[in-house]
DNA sequence: CGGTTTTGACCAGCGC
DNA sequence: GCGCTGGTCAAAACCG
């Protein structure tokens, strides 16, 4: 699995921030020699010790954190691998109870909102694959969930691309319609996106996404920030919600039937959950985010100086 | 005026 | 073959 190599990568900050110290000493035994022994002098070398002792301090702070990291995400391969075994023992005729006896393309999909109890369920993208097999079998569906307000009856999913709606039906096993959506970028583009209110929880907005884009995301190349690649690997199969734009997105799990996204980092919606919980732990904690700070400081630093 | 949305009609796949 | 259903088309309406 790849998200221990992933953590380590972005942890494994090499943290050299000590091309001051040399420089400090000459400097102290040059005034000492030359007898400027001045006051202000030794009070910025104070200052930069302990600046030095806290970077230091920070360096040791962040690799204990990076060790830590590790032994979770050890634990929580165990515990994975512990689950696909347990998964592997339940009989499949009880996890897809819900389409026996229906069409092969009518399945609920809005059983699922929200719980995670059919991430695997890679015939997301097979809703036309029984009409339109040429299409599905290379075309890459997504699925984000997005919480909105109940009274908000626009079945707009804002993900930072234009769509144009070019239909809207009622359907057999939802009482809201399901509005249809092609990028407007179309033709030169062939994604399509589908929304549709949940059955269950009329607050949450159940988006498929067909196809790839083949252009930027207008409101992304805006943006002067560099999104994390974790961010990048979890949410590209449109490349939904990187934008802090999307504030709405409150919910995101992105399905995907492309193999290597489900296998390299979305095998399981244990592993969704812990990631988020994971992430939002060490986004919520103020030394990490301290640490993680001064590690890229003191990296900036270094390459200054290099 | 051009782009978008709405909405009824049409088409194709599927089950009976 | 027929009816049901989901997906798409395209003309009309709408909007900035």
Redesign the pocket.
Known sequence: MGTTNMLGTYLDFDLNINPLHQNDETLERQLEEDHFVDEEAKVSIEKQKVLEEELNRVSDENKKLAGMLTMMCEKYNALQTLLTDLKGKIPEKEVDVKSVGK????FDENNNVVGLDRINDSRSGD??S???PKQSISKKVSRVFVKVDKSDSSLLVKDGY????????????NPSP????RC?FAPSCPV?K?VQRSAEDQSVLTASYEGEHNHLNPSKSKMSLVTSPLLKTSLSPGSIGTNSLESNLTLNMVESDSKKHVQEFQASPMQKVLIERMASSLTSDPSYIAALAAAISGRILDQTRA
Do not use: I, L, P
């Open positions: 069409r092969k393309s009518n809703e036309d029984c009409k339109r234009q769509w144009r709606k070019y239909g809207q039906k009622v359907t057999k096993d399901r509005a249809y959506f407007s399509k589908k």
